[in-house]
């Protein structure tokens, strides 16, 4: 968040690889201990990593992959047999979902026979039975054992790639923790299973697509998120594989990109992309490379509007939200705010805390804007309220400065000094100052504020203007 305020590119570690920690190998044989494990999660915690994919493209020591299909479904099934001692395992599918099909005969094309094939010897190759197919290795003890791990430390957990049975498993371990930190970032994790991770608290981006493709997938994802937790998408770009970014829609096509166009949030125009000699237009080109990334959100924004525009633009603060639940903050919640107010703030919300402390006390609040975190309340409002609800102004060292309540209670005291039309104020030496706020005579909010706040009628009023909570 730091980076981001500083209009900088915040860049998080992840590692996407087939054998994490050297487990390669399988259930049976494998090729890694609890004792490499723990020391290669150490090793990466050093380094600033933040999330990793137990599984990628092979079955290994802690689960089965979620299989690809086709002609490089075959050839990667090839490597699995070299890198793990066995051809994929095939089972009928059980309720609802399946793993990728395979292919149901034995395949002979140059790219399968000039590769790994050679190696084999004939009749090797297996022939499955009719699809749905599904992967019969799930989460073995190791990964079991990777995935508490992982929980335990606060890494996000990347399901993508996980077979049915090892994905199904590893979100019953989150589950039973309550553990938000569950990712899925590209579009390779078992569709019937995204609800569980939003209703977890976790995140998941589509893979760039065509606009229309990403447009179905994202209306899918919104239709099963859970209402409690921030929605927002990214998009899984996954340039450093065989994944093909999006292909040009063509310049007749309805609602083509027009030269020159805004950014999402307005605030940047941009025009055709010069590489040399070369000028780009996504209509014509595609996304050719990482910089008509904007342009193919613009195409998104002219076919779905501005929903997927603002989905977008809340995708960072979807999935920082997120990561702040796998590092222990306690997720959104209305707060039961006291309803006497003391010297240093309400409750868990203190004048001086940083954010981190405020969030670690009192949850993920339900709207952050400019300096401000505000919290709904299970308490009724006052009389002269809009609704009612707790909030708390950061100055600008980043601690609290003033925190306002909305809710019922804490009429005006006889010692109270007038501030200025409406407020009243108790000052403490050496704490916050009390303050109380009528509206026609009813009580509108009460606060404790930072004596800098409170010495000012006008100060007050534009802090508690900040927090949301004025009609």
Known sequence: RRVVNEG??????GIETSEIFGCGGSELLPRCSREQIVAGLDEIERMGVASFFPIHKFDNALGGVRFDSGTFG?????????????????ESCQGDGEDNPQDTHVP??????????????????PVYPPPPHC???????????????????????????????????????AEARGYSGVISSHSWMEPRLRSRVYALGGFIE?????????????RQLRGVADPRFRF???FGADSNGFHAQPPARGAGQANAVSYPFKSLDGTITFDRQVSGRRTYDVNVDGVA??????????????????????????????YLQTWERAVGVPGPACLAAPRRLSRSGFGPLRLGRTPQRVLSAAGQPSRRFGRTFRWC????????????????????????????????????????????????????????????????GKLRFTAVASPRIAAKAGRTKAAFRATGLAR
Do not use: C
């Open 8 to 13: 900088k590119l915040a860049v998080v570690l």
């Open 74 to 90: 075959t050839a990667i099934n090839l490597a699995n047999f070299k890198q793990s001692g066995h051809f994929w395992q095939v």
């Open 108 to 125: 002979h094309n140059d790219v399968i026979d000039a590769g790994l094939i050679a190696f084999l010897p004939k009749g090797l190759l």
């Open 135 to 173: 992967n019969a290795l799930g989460l073995t003890p190791l990964g079991e054992f990777t995935i508490q791990q992982m929980i335990d430390r606060g890494l996000m957990i990347e399901v993508d790639h996980m077979s049915l049975k090892t994905a199904s498993r590893a979100l019953e371990l």
């Open 206 to 218: 589509p893979i760039t697509t065509s606009p229309e493709s990403f447009i179905e997938e994202w």
């Open 232 to 234: 927002g998408i990214g």
């Open 289 to 318: 490379h990482y910089g008509l990334h904007p342009d193919w959100m613009e195409q998104l924004r002219l076919l779905a509007g501005q929903p997927i525009a603002d989905d977008l633009m809340s995708g960072a603060e979807a």
């Open 377 to 440: 309340s299970l308490q009724r409002k006052a009389r002269g309220a809009r609704s009612a609800g707790v909030a708390v102004v950061f100055d600008q060292r980043g601690k609290v400065a003033f925190v306002a309540s909305t809710v019922r209670g804490n009429g005006k005291p006889k010692r109270a000094k007038k501030l200025g039309r409406g407020l009243f104020v108790v000052r403490r030496g050496g704490g916050g100052d009390r303050i109380w706020g009528y509206r026609k």
